[in-house]
């Protein structure tokens, strides 16, 4: 019986652990291929901490920002040409994550995490 | 009774055997996110690795200096920040595999502002980049046709050289609606080596 319940224990730290790294994060756009000008937003979220550009390769232009619910106004933008164009921004207010292409015919997911 | 003890045993080495199988799938599960290139996953390896300031970012307009970092992950990014403080997790900027950190490019430079996306309506917009050891000199093309020069800073990484800058845009030519379209890389000879397009509202 000990042994049973050592093993339960041992599944439940394990699968707990394997969800802890995943938990949190949300791909609110793609992965697809992006046309030039393409933008994309997430949901409206107090939680939101995170957004991120996942490209699949270094020299597309993209643009990561947080928009708030209230003035619209852009927050904590990122422009580069990195794999990952990536930026932070923890307040408490309301926001959602967007993102932009400025180049084109790459493939590529935005990502939100709390 | 000997019959009813082997089938115990035999039900606490099964789940036994079952929970180590468990335990080490879902251990490969979590070490697979290091490597994964699963979007979602790449997050959790940010927060491995060796972190150096290599730049910095002066105070001006009444907004506090920041710096520029270099982030070696675990998971083989090289990542540049501009952020308060090595420690901070305000990070804002971009990540390339270790092999390739300038992106294939002379210049990897990153833009990050606050405010928007009407370029009257950004209250903060800073520049940071790397550039290869062969560059001489970085300048910012701004919207009115004038330039800003980098200052270039010698930065290590691993065993390679590169130039590092940080730069923060004046609050007046915010204002008054200049702002970067095209950081622009330069050999000693005057040469361009390297044009990386940028801008505020795009």
Known sequence: ?114 | MVGVRMTRRRRAIVASISALATAIVASSVVAGQFRSPDPEAFHVGLATGEIARVADIAAGDGLPGRGVFVQATDTGQICLWDAPSASSQQRQGGCNSVDDPLGGSALSASLAYDGGPAVEDVRDARLIGLASRDVATVQVLMSDGTQREMRLRKAMLESDEYRAFGYRFKRSDLRGGVSPIAVIAKAATGDEIARQSTGIGG
């Not at chain 1, 995170?50 to 209230?70: E, L, Q, R």
């Not at chain 1, 619209?72 to 207010?93: D, I, K, L």
């Open chain 1, 1 to 114: 019986m000990k042994r049973l319940s050592a093993a339960l224990v041992v599944v439940v730290v394990a699968l707990t652990l394997a969800g802890a790294a995943l938990a949190g994060a949300t791909t609110y756009a793609g992965p697809w291929q992006w046309s030039q000008n393409q933008g994309a937003g997430s949901s409206f979220s107090s939680s939101w901490k995170y957004n991120y550009f996942f490209k699949n390769g270094s020299g597309y232009d993209a643009t990561v920002t947080f928009i708030d619910n209230v003035t619209y106004s852009w927050h904590a933008t990122v422009r580069n040409t990195s794999a990952t164009t990536y930026t932070y921004w923890f307040v408490s207010n309301v926001k959602r994550g967007h993102c932009r292409a400025n180049s084109a015919y790459f493939w590529g997911s935005c990502v939100v995490v709390n």
